[in-house]
């Protein structure tokens, strides 16, 4: 059985104020940094942001490997202390973090040690800048990381006013002490790496001590771990250069230069192998083009017969200027009728078209999703859920409904038409109904997720009144909205039951659904597979158009999203 070491910490830059976290998984037998994450959260607490980096390390060392036992480290006493069952949890932001990271794995598999925060400084930086991208309106990417490199050497910076405090001075020092059986080899490694970038320069102990400071990738430094007498060698001449006291100018001059000197290698390495990286991407990218060039050469070289044999075949026809004039004519006509018909074509096919699948499975069951068209508070963007004052359409919104309308008639592949209770949802599907000369059924499951306390209130008045519970309804599908309100999790629970049974009840037909932004995102979310997280990333219009068509197999294609086209 795998063992990881995790170490996660975060702060908030003001507590609460702008924050973020970052987690390190290493394996605990060699010491190699297999994961590194970090995010910044926006306005939190440094409590929210540590338990918040702890997840995170967690679910990166699940990922990793689910049947691993994990030894978490944290400079944070509290969050060590509530996890190990010896404090209770009280504060209700820390209850629903606290209670998600204990079901990451199973009850047993997760130990927990508290350390100085001078030990910490891996994910310490991480948690730093994740907050310095936050403030440049950036995300943190681990691929542009240099925390490792950081905390390997003489780290620096301004931190967090709380758990991701200061880098921190005498920076990659071995600890004193052995951290715990569990997190020794990791120690040891960083340690390791550390006393070689400040200490191996300095002896110029040659390409045995570079490789150490410089290696790529995310590993055991190459040769720190080798086990052959030249590293030996050289991590002792390392050590008695590191140990020995150095109170002479010239001495701690030396000391500097050596340390700038490494440092300049590491960045020369890493430089090399972005501009390695650049020049793999520039060739790809011209092997492209090169590929669609010539795939645009052979259409046209397909196309020149046929045109050839067309303008034979007009010149056979039109042996008068007359004749001439009126095949053109009559081509411009038909190529406008086109052009006229080709919008509601495209839009058919998107519709009824079998895509990939097998055709013994027979047609699809084919959900066109629309989303009710604008009430008064859409253009405010104020939450509106099925918890709040259920409002109607606005007059735009009702225009809206008569253009949907009218283009799904052009369509004319609509077979039913199913409603979300609310009344903008009622009120949208009606106009379209009686357009289409059809009925409307109303089925609860496609209701808005209710938003407790947050009902009628913009983005910012929920920041501003209810922050906490903001960032946790933000950071997990779990966490419900402030007053009792329903958590995305619960809105895909009942969203997948009303589909299979709307799917298992218009087998191979074309229904209309006339529902909600959530419902709709979670049932693209579910056919795509995508994590809880993509909800934030699809952009959702009033009186949009989506299309999810559901295969016998249980597949599932997504074929259209938020189409508004027909508005404009």
Not at 182 to 192: E, L, N, P, W
Request: glycine residues 10%.
């Amino acid at each position: 059985m795998r063992e990881f070491i995790v170490e996660a910490d975060g702060g908030s830059r003001g507590n609460p104020g702008p924050a973020g976290y970052g987690a390190v998984v290493s394996d605990a037998a060699t010491g190699e940094t297999l994961r590194e994450t970090a995010e910044y959260i926006g306005v939190a607490t440094n409590n929210v942001a540590e338990y918040r980096g702890l997840l995170a390390g967690l679910r990166a060392a699940h990922a990793l490997d689910p049947a691993a036992t994990v030894h978490v480290r944290m400079d944070s006493k509290l969050v060590v202390e509530q996890m190990s069952g010896r404090w209770k949890i009280k504060h209700p932001d820390m209850k629903p973090l606290a209670a998600q990271a204990a079901r990451v794995f199973p009850p047993g598999r997760v130990t927990y040690e508290w350390m100085p925060r001078a030990q910490n400084k891996h994910a310490d930086r991480l948690a730093n800048e994740a907050m310095d991208a936050g403030a440049r309106g950036e995300r943190w990417s681990e691929a542009e990381s240099t925390a490792e490199l950081d905390t390997a050497g003489e780290a620096g910076g301004a931190g967090a006013a709380g758990g991701a405090g200061t880098y921190g001075s005498a920076a990659g020092a071995v600890p004193p002490e052995p951290p715990g059986d569990a997190a020794a080899g990791a120690a040891r490694v960083r340690g390791a790496l550390a006393e070689g970038r400040a200490s191996a320069a300095a002896a110029d102990a040659g390409p045995n001590a570079a490789r150490a400071s410089t290696a790529p990738g995310r590993g055991v430094p190459a040769g720190a771990a080798s086990g052959s007498a030249t590293d030996d060698a050289d991590t002792r001449a390392a050590r008695s250069v590191g140990d020995a006291p150095a109170p002479q100018a010239d001495a701690d001059g030396d000391t500097r230069a050596a340390r700038a000197d490494t440092d300049a290698r590491a960045a020369s390495a890493v430089e090399d192998a972005r501009a390695a990286q650049a020049d793999a991407d520039g060739e790809t990218r011209a092997a492209r083009a090169d590929t669609d060039a010539r795939a645009a050469r052979a259409v046209e070289d397909a196309r020149a017969p046929q045109a050839d044999a067309d303008g034979d075949t007009r010149a056979a026809r039109a042996d008068t200027g007359a004749d001439a004039r009126a095949a053109k004519a009559d081509a411009e006509t038909r190529v406008a009728q086109a052009v006229k018909a080709g919008a509601d074509t495209r839009a058919a096919k998107t519709v009824a078209a079998p895509g990939w699948a097998p055709a013994d499975m027979g047609a699809p069951a084919t959900f066109v999703l629309l989303r009710h068209g604008e009430t008064p508070l859409t253009p405010q963007k104020r939450f509106s859920g099925s918890g709040g004052t259920d409002p109607s359409l606005s007059d735009t919104g009702r225009e809206q409904a008569e253009r949907a309308a009218a283009m799904l008639a052009r369509r004319g592949t609509v077979q039913a038409v199913v409603s979300s209770p609310l009344a903008r949802t009622r009120e949208t599907a009606g106009i379209v109904a009686a357009r289409l000369g059809l009925d409307v059924s109303i089925d609860d499951g496609l209701r808005e997720t209710d938003f407790g306390a947050w009902e009628g209130l913009t983005f910012a008045e929920v920041r501003e009144r209810h922050p906490d519970d903001l960032n946790a309804w933000l950071a997990s599908p779990d966490a419900e909205p402030t007053g009792g309100g329903e958590s995305f999790a619960a809105t895909a629970t009942r969203l997948a039951a009303t589909r299979d049974k709307l799917v298992a009840a218009h087998a191979g037909r074309t229904v209309l659904l006339v529902t909600h932004v959530t419902p709709i995102k979670t049932l693209v979310r579910l056919a795509l597979g995508a994590p809880p997280e993509s909800l934030f990333r699809m952009e959702l219009s009033a009186a949009s158009l989506s299309v999810v068509a559901y295969y016998a197999d249980g597949n599932a294609s997504v074929r259209l999203l938020n189409d508004t086209s027909y508005l404009r």
